[in-house]
């Protein structure tokens, strides 16, 4: 009859314990489950944002190459121009020695 009664409580109480132990672990289970949704959905997010940020990265990277190119063609230009510039100078004091050299001869012939 102890003995009974002492295995009915015994099976009552790890029942009891059981129970609680299974409600406890869903409900671990379920926070789990959202948090693991919810994580995915932030991962997703930031999958979006990284690719916006990406295609805007390979955008700006183009627009400098665009850039950088007629950077250069300006640069090139501007030598051209230098160079020209140097040989108007050389050719415009070339000709103020010739109209010297002529009005020194019109003095000589006056």
């Known amino acids: 009859m102890i003995s ?3 295995i009915t409580t015994i099976l009552l ?3 009891v314990y059981l129970l609680v132990m299974v409600f406890y672990y869903r409900t ?3 926070k789990e489950k959202q948090s693991g ?10 999958e979006i944002v990284i690719r916006k940020y990406q295609v805007q990265l390979q955008r700006s990277l183009g627009n400098i190459d665009i850039l ?8 090139n230009d501007l030598k051209s121009l230098r ?3 140097s040989q108007f100078r050389m050719e ?5 020695q010739q109209i010297k050299e002529l009005e020194s001869k019109i003095e000589a012939l006056l």
């Open 37 to 46: 949704i919810a994580i995915k959905e932030t991962l997703g997010d930031a």
């Open 92 to 96: 415009n004091e070339r000709l103020r």
């Open 4 to 6: 009974d009664w002492l």
């Open 83 to 85: 160079t020209r510039n």
């Open 28 to 30: 671990l289970l379920k």
């Open 68 to 75: 950088s190119d007629e950077l250069n063609k300006i640069k």
């Open 13 to 15: 109480s790890l029942s």
